[in-house]
């Protein structure tokens, strides 16, 4: 067999290096190619959607450079495809930052800002007396509860990851979320359909349970 | 279960190594930084801060490879401070793998480049990092002071307004140091963490004056904090990562273990 090609999609919104290098870290014959262009990241055995910064900005770069018809032909293609943070965001429909951005409705769900959730809120007031604000950005390491699948393999439930992100997905259909996480409220941290799966937090970030995720990732099949 | 609270070893570099004075004067050496960061790595620190004292600008470019060499190796978030004063040096440090980039006297000199940092990078990677010094007189309201210059230059900035204005201008978090008590190791200043940390909705670090475990703690539980930052008393093999964290989830603080 030759040895396998990742990409990891770049749309010039964030640190794709981090990705590149734990991507290599558990996959050290593969070939990792960070790049833009369609023709490459069809040609990839599997593929990676990262991102960080600002929806709009990101959602702009998304559309201006095609990236958007490139994720929905991987999709098509059935390959397996690990979208990262704010690129978990993106495959949402609609997220309400920046007064409102519509994304890539490849998932049912918004995404919206912690600090205008009303159940959010209470459960930060009833944890001030204490001295316990919830401060948002969501910034360090928080425990994810799984639902069954391959990339969770070798991971003990409730293990803690590396989440920093202001915005959560709400989403619309339960049965496709594969992890959730509560901070004041309960919200979803890892998504599964067919051969998507999709994370709130980082992987790349996330020391040693975040490469057993990669690891699994690299050796998916991209089958539930 | 919820969010852990964090602890940052952090290191200082110079030239290219490791070293830690006391109230920035008595420098030691404590190694090399890659060395150092693939240690705290393995120990389960949760986050490594580096912190570039370098004087001068052509040793800057030493910087950027021993980041790329740590953020090679090690698969926790890295945040990188010292020099930070353009779109340009954050571009730089977050392509050489750097997660935050830590802003300090830039922010003084100039807010608004907080703000044009954070609407460029997103507030996820902006750090303001605060060296605070208190100058109230004793009888009177605590009041602190933002100081630059390694806490040698009084700016006149009141620190726990200067703190809410970077948290509205799109920092994403606050790196807070007394510089009352960095390398003295008598604990934080539990006064201005608390200040700091009720007034603003991001997180704080803090830091300046770990010289034993119950710091951390009383930072926490007293200040406010939302992570502990140290240096010497793991630099120095007084105490692992470990260690402290063992330390804190005994006293019913929740770490990542």
Known sequence: ?224 | MALAKRIIPCLDVDKGRVVKGVQFVDIRDAGDPVEVAKKYNEQGADEITFLDITASHEDRDTTVHTVEKIAAEVFIPLTVGGGIRELADIRKMLNAGADKVSINSAAVNNPEFVKAAAERFGSQCIVVAIDAKKVSQAGDTDRWEIFTHGGRKPTGIDAVEWAKRMCEYGAGEILLTSMDRDGTKDGFDLGVTRAISDAVSIPVIASGGVGELQHLVDGVIQGGADAVLAASIFHFGQFTVPQAKGYMAERGIEVRL
């Open chain 1, 1 to 224: 067999m030759s040895k396998q090609h990742i990409a990891v999609i770049d749309y010039g919104m964030g640190n794709l290096h981090s990705v590149a290098s734990a991507l290599s870290k558990v996959a050290p014959e593969a070939k990792i190619s960070i790049t833009g262009e369609k023709h490459i990241i069809e040609d990839a055995d599997r593929v990676v959607f990262p991102g960080v910064g600002a929806i709009r900005d990101c959602m702009a770069e998304i559309r201006r450079l095609d990236v958007d018809k490139t994720v929905d032909s991987v999709i098509r293609a059935n390959k397996p495809l690990l979208a990262i943070c704010v690129g978990m965001q993106s495959l949402m429909r609609w997220s309400e930052e920046n007064k409102g951005v519509d994304c890539l409705d490849v998932f049912p769900g918004q995404v919206k800002f912690f600090s205008s959730n009303p159940e959010f809120l209470k459960a930060n007031d009833e944890a001030a007396p204490s001295g316990e604000r919830l401060k948002v950005p969501h910034m360090g390491w928080n425990t994810v509860k799984q639902v069954a699948h391959p990339l969770w393999q070798g991971i003990e439930d409730n293990s803690r990851f590396y989440f920093v992100h202001s915005y959560y997905v709400n989403l619309e259909q339960s049965e496709l979320m594969a992890g959730s996480t509560h901070f004041g409220i309960e919200f979803t941290a890892a998504i599964a359909r067919e051969n998507i799966f999709a994370v709130q937090f980082h992987p790349e970030k996330s020391h040693a349970n975040g490469l057993q995720l990669l690891r699994n990732f690299v050796q998916w099949n991209g089958v539930q």
